[in-house]
């Protein structure tokens, strides 16, 4: 990967050479971003952005062969080839059907920008920094275009009107039930009525406009987690689907699961000596890729706690290869910050060196906090244990619990059976496996 010191590497595609290096002596200007590489057509981004795997891609809509919608349709082909990869579409259509296309499969490392508004402030950086570890951004105009046609109408009540303006706003469904003193399955039911309302009486037809509105609640909402809580971590839908689900606060499922949490080693002294605004680009050049690593295998990145980084696999989606896929992101981790840690070498940066710890087991998993605001969360001793397992990886490798290796369908090649190891919180002695680099 070609990566910046400590920085986001964006590639950029736009058929129009003027306004192509306009946003790129624009980006120019900030020390954390770096072009790697430009596209004029829809052939040439996928190619390009293919290789180069940036961070994040900047494109516009409409380029050759058809002018129709080849930025849209290449950056999904980028996201197929490398999940994770954060996009900004840059458009002068504020049509909000090309919103939805880029957003049908889920918000998440998605940005929807107008040309016009882009040097309005720094709007273009925002968007970049957020896409690149999983935020999205939606222009406030397509977010007006989205509800304007319907709203015009004039055929809602006062109590639809309110109703509407909290979804546009972005409230969370619990938020709403709790503001209308009404429980999250009624205002569902309420929404509903009035999506289906507005379709029939929006001028653009009834399934467009009830498309639109689907659409504008569920980008709104995504936008306005992502930053708060655990949804803009989620692959794209989990968020969606948790929300949705209707389950009560502190109500908990039983699942299987692996955790993965990852740890940098000698932090502490790497922070005491470092500049603190490159150590904080590094830090999230760092967390990118571990986000970037976890989610390409179907995981869900739980949080990140100083300089650790957790993540979960089988759930909030039970899946029964959990292990196999903890233990493919876990190599794809090292070998991102292996990447990384080169780069940052040649430019005179200390190296993240990081140790992993890997644990199976079942954990309770619930939405925990307030109605306002809530987090999904695990509870089990599994947690706990992978914590003390990471201890004992040194740079490089990585500790499976004797669960863990025994989940695996393909044991790795290269590994070593520890001697019983007693850890904090267990009264016995557990019995891991260390894979990586072995001597």
């Not at 389950?247 to 908990?252: A, D, H, I, N, Y």
């Not at 992993?356 to 079942?362: A, K, N, P, Q, R």
């Amino acid at each position: 990967m070609n990566e910046p010191s400590g920085g986001i590497t964006v590639f950029l595609a736009d058929d129009n050479i003027i306004v192509r290096e306009g946003v790129r002596a624009m980006l120019a200007r900030n020390p954390d971003i770096e072009i790697v590489g430009v596209a004029d057509d829809y052939d040439s981004l996928v190619a390009g952005a293919s290789t180069l795997a940036p961070n994040v891609v900047v494109s516009d809509i409409r380029m050759p062969p058809s002018f129709q919608s080849e930025g849209i349709d290449g950056c999904k082909e980028i996201r197929k080839r490398h999940p994770g990869t954060g996009v900004v579409i840059l458009s002068q259509f504020d049509d909000p059907d090309y919103a939805i296309a880029l957003l049908s499969e889920g918000a998440a490392g998605y940005a929807y920008l107008l040309k016009d508004h882009i040097a309005q402030g720094d709007q273009l950086v925002a968007a970049i920094r957020a896409v690149a570890t999983g935020g999205s951004v939606l222009d406030p105009s397509i977010v007006d275009a989205m509800v304007r046609p319907a709203v015009r109408k004039g055929d809602l009540s006062a109590d639809e009107e309110a109703l509407l303006a909290m979804l546009a706003e972005g409230k969370p469904i619990k938020a709403i039930a709790v503001a209308r003193k009404a429980t999250p399955a009624a205002v569902n039911h309420e929404v509903e009525l009035l999506f289906a309302g507005l379709a029939t009486s929006a001028s653009a037809g009834a399934q467009g406009a009830l498309r639109r509105l689907r659409m504008l609640h569920d980008a709104i909402v995504s936008r306005e987690e992502q930053g708060e809580s655990l949804s803009r971590l989620l692959p794209g839908g989990l968020a969606e689907k948790l929300l949705a689900s209707g389950r009560e606060l502190g109500e908990s499922e039983m699942l299987t699961v692996t955790v993965v949490m990852s740890d940098i080693r000698g932090y502490s002294t790497i922070s005491e000596h470092a500049d603190l605004s490159t150590l904080a680009r590094q830090l999230n050049t760092h967390r990118a890729e571990m986000n970037r690593a976890i989610i390409g295998e179907g995981g869900t990145v739980m949080q990140y706690v100083g300089d650790a980084v957790m993540a979960v696999f089988g759930a909030p989606v039970p899946s029964l290869d959990h292990a196999d896929r903890a233990v493919a992101a876990v190599a794809a981790m090292h070998l991102a910050q292996q990447a990384v840690n080169a780069s940052w070498l040649e430019a005179g940066l200390p190296p993240f060196p990081i140790g992993i710890g890997v644990s199976t087991g079942e954990v309770a998993a619930a939405l925990l906090g307030s109605e306002e605001r809530a987090e999904y969360t695990m509870v089990g001793d599994v947690v706990n244990l992978c914590q003390r397992l990471q201890q004992f990886a040194a740079s490089g490798q990585s500790v499976l619990s004797e669960a863990t290796w025994d989940a695996l369908s393909v044991k790795p090649g290269a590994y070593e059976r520890l001697d019983p190891q007693m850890v904090k919180g267990r009264d016995s002695a557990v019995q891991p496996y260390r894979i990586g680099p072995l001597g």
